[in-house]
């Protein structure tokens, strides 16, 4: 069975840090991209950042470009956003994601509040 299970997030002040750990079971982790997505009420689901497993190959939306990074452990099967130079706007409920067999498999998600 696949699992996500993100962690991390928290309330942190305009200008702070966090980073997020996205553990993974139930699929070969090396074979796949994982990737974090954020959402905010009423706005689309976004993505973030994601990385290969296979190469570590990495893409991030222009909006975290130079601010965020991905990385990952592929021993502890595990996926981490380091975030730096928080802002308001990075305020979300973050969720990692991985397409296995067609089929899209989410984590529960872990709530980033960015304070002004």
């Known amino acids: 069975e696949v699992q996500l299970v993100e962690s991390g997030g928290g309330l942190v002040q305009t200008g702070g840090s966090l980073r997020l750990s996205c553990a993974a079971s139930g699929f070969s982790f090396d074979d796949y991209a994982i990737g974090w997505f954020r959402q905010t009420p009423g706005k689309q689901r976004e993505a973030v950042s994601c990385?290969?497993?296979?190469?570590?190959?990495?893409e991030y939306a222009d909006s975290v470009k130079g601010r965020f990074t991905i990385s990952s452990d592929n021993v502890k099967k595990t996926v981490y956003l380091e975030m730096h130079s928080l802002k308001p706007e990075d305020t979300a409920v973050y969720y990692c994601?991985?397409?296995?067999?067609?089929?899209?498999?989410w984590g529960k998600g872990t709530l980033v509040t960015v304070s002004s």
């Open positions: 994601n991985v397409v296995s067999y067609g089929i899209d498999y």
């Open positions: 990385i290969s497993g296979a190469d570590g190959s990495t």
